[in-house]
């Protein structure tokens, strides 16, 4: 007999062998029509795979993550089979789960493959589902695993098991499709109930340029068809929020191919929304006591070797930069940090000086593969609202407080409400994964974890998913339309300060290693704003949208007064502009409701006479007239209110 611990921690016993399943259906029946996957002592495994020893056991249902996580990997392998059984010959690359989904990477041979197929693939895998095909896991030595692809003729599962140690390779068979595959799986297929195919894309083989293109088929699936026609009329409010489409036309970025592929051009309209975002935060760092600094676009390359970055981010990096001088190399810089602590150990520190809080928007540069580029979200060149905090170890908690503060009060300013946040821990069973002492480590964790309890967080805690320099808080949020998004991130740092060799002289006159904490409330730049451009889909917080108001003269005789009053509006500093085409009103109202300005301005003859403007606000309608003064008013109390500027 073995025990089974619940997450309500109640013990059942069972013979060994018991499945997941078996106790989900010793629960209820209602509860085993809905198990997707069980996770097992922290792992997630099959719902079917047998148990023989003492286990904690949680039952995976579609509303965990690890439970869609199931449906849309076993959904890969559904699609997968019913693509071999269409297109007889193909190959796989790999196939996962994705944050939304799954995809598959597939060498076609002599198949012509688009989305106009995707209907007949979509077809094939209901009707495959409808059979409730079992997720067969079998362990399999290295040798028959070789034998097996070979005899298929498929180089992409050969070479992915080169890389596999003998007595850990397992295969899931579905059908008739045979996949080389770690799980977990769903119990069947027929948990399967709605799919939708959603593009199709190249991918180069195991990332990298120089190999073969695969076509990387994109999809989803649910277990109900209502939850898949949610999610499409989601997709199409999504599509409506393209940052990449209201960016254009927005006119607030743009690219280049003559300047090159994931290099931004911010536009004006773009370069002022990213100027104030910087402007409020540089304000927000000041009141915090940070001090800003300004480090240079490359280093020695020696620099970045010192760091580890170089070793990290050198595949990932452009070529370094060679000089006349035989044997100079510099590096686009890939991280603000190693110049950060350069700047630390500019002078000695006594521990009376720390923290020491440096701040800065600085460029960095990774060479993403061409097809990972995704508009501002994915590029080759991005500003991160970096800060690096030089404290005690004592003084952790309170900075990971204060950094806390900022990142909910930037979250609050630019309407993200729904805020989630998970704490990143050790994993217990590989400390060699980690370097610093177990004191530190346990000081550092320990603080994170008051901090979040104190603070009434809610935070989620993972283990394994720290940094291997030190334990993490990120900061997710959902935007309008429920995505989640990673942004703010604090981490604390061991490693830097000792391969630095910075250091400190303590209350006892002794030479002491500092922590350095990482933090980012807005990440980068670039991905923040695309971010915010599909949170509140290019209608930005009054205090932030580039042109707050635009006056709308009814003909050119009232040209005149409309320039009075956007020079007495910018001396309220309210931003404006006028329309001054030769365009009937309703036309202007039209074009300004499309571009978003919050506040049109209608002048005309009863206006001038009155010194007065007619209002009008974006997506409302008409709000009547206003003096100048009144107006203008108007705005600075709207944008004191959000701001929360007494």
């Not at 598959?104 to 493959?113: K, L, N, Q, V």
């Not at 686009?332 to 520190?349: A, Q, V």
């Amino acid at each position: 007999m073995i025990n089974i611990t619940l997450p309500d921690n109640s013990v059942k016993h069972y013979e060994a062998g018991v499945t997941a399943m078996t106790i989900a259906r010793d629960i209820s029946e209602g509860l085993a029509r809905n198990v997707l996957a069980a996770k097992v002592n922290g792992e997630v495994w099959d719902a079917t795979r047998p148990l023989y020893s003492d286990a904690r056991v949680q039952l995976l249902t579609w509303n965990d993550e690890e439970g869609k996580s199931a449906m849309w990997h076993s959904s890969a392998h559904l699609m997968a089979e019913a693509i071999e059984i269409l297109y007889p010959g193909v190959k796989f690359g790999i196939g996962p789960d994705i944050e939304n989904g799954f995809y598959y990477d597939i060498d076609f041979g002599p198949y012509d493959i688009s989305d106009k197929d995707f209907g007949k693939i979509e077809q094939k895998m209901l009707e495959l589902a409808r059979e409730k095909q079992t997720y067969d896991r079998s362990e399999v030595s290295k040798k028959e695993a070789i034998d097996y692809f070979t005899n298929k003729g498929d180089e992409y599962k050969l070479e992915l098991i080169k890389d596999l140690p003998d007595g850990e390779i397992t295969f899931y068979k579905s059908g008739v499709f045979t996949d080389l595959c770690r799980g977990p799986h769903l119990p069947d297929t027929g948990f399967i109930k709605a799919i939708k195919l959603l593009k199709i894309a190249g991918a180069y083989w195991r990332g990298d340029e120089k190999r073969k293109q695969l076509t990387r088929i994109y999809g989803i699936s649910f277990p109900k068809k209502k939850e898949l026609d949610d999610y499409l009329v989601l997709l199409e409010e999504a599509r409506k929020r393209d940052h990449r489409l209201l960016g254009k036309e927005l006119e607030l970025f743009t690219f280049s191919q003559k300047v090159g592929q994931g290099l931004p051009l911010w536009l004006p309209k773009g370069a002022a929304l990213r100027e104030k975002l910087e402007q409020y935060l540089k304000r927000v760092q000041k009141d915090a006591g940070y001090d800003s600094v300004i480090t240079p676009h490359i280093g020695n390359v020696n620099l970045y070797k010192t760091s580890g970055h170089f070793q990290k981010y050198g595949a990932e990096s452009f070529r370094p930069i060679t000089t006349p001088m035989e044997g100079e190399e510099f590096f686009l810089k890939p991280m603000n940090c190693p110049h950060h602590c350069e700047i630390f150990n500019f002078k000695p520190h006594s521990y009376k000086e720390l923290p020491i809080r440096l701040a800065e928007f600085g460029t960095v540069y990774r060479y993403e593969q061409s097809g990972e580029l995704h508009g501002l979200t994915r590029v080759r060149g991005f500003t991160q609202d970096d800060a690096h905090i030089f404290c005690t170890p004592d003084q952790i908690k309170s900075e990971f407080n204060g950094v806390i503060d900022i990142i909910q009060q930037i979250f609050k300013a630019l309407d993200f409400n729904e805020v989630l946040i998970q704490i990143s821990l050790r994993d217990p069973n590989n400390p060699e994964k980690y370097i610093g002492t177990e004191e530190n480590w346990a000081k550092a964790e320990r603080a994170i974890i008051e901090v979040g309890e104190e603070r009434g967080l809610g935070a989620k805690i993972v283990y394994g998913e720290a940094a291997f320099y030190g334990p993490k808080m990120d900061f997710m949020v959902r935007d309008a339309i429920g995505r989640k998004w990673q942004l703010g991130t604090i981490q604390v740092d061991y490693n830097l300060p000792e391969r630095f060799d910075l250091t400190y002289i303590g209350a006892d006159n002794e030479k002491h290693r500092p922590v350095m904490i990482h933090r980012a409330p807005f990440g980068s730049m670039e991905r923040f704003v695309a971010v915010l451009i599909e949170h509140c889909a290019g209608n930005f917080p009054l205090w932030l949208t580039p042109d707050q108001v635009i006056i709308l003269p009814i003909s050119e005789k009232y040209q005149e007064y409309a320039e009075k009053v956007l020079s007495l509006l910018k001396k309220h500093e309210i931003r404006g502009l006028i329309d001054s085409r030769s365009e009937k009103t309703g036309r202007k109202i039209r074009d300004a409701e499309m571009k978003k300005i919050p506040f049109m301005l209608v002048v005309g003859e009863k206006e001038e006479n009155d010194q007065s403007v007619s209002v009008r606000k974006h997506g409302e309608g008409d709000m009547g007239t206003y003096s100048i003064n009144d107006f203008a008013e108007l705005i600075n109390n709207e944008v004191n209110a959000i701001m929360q500027v007494n």
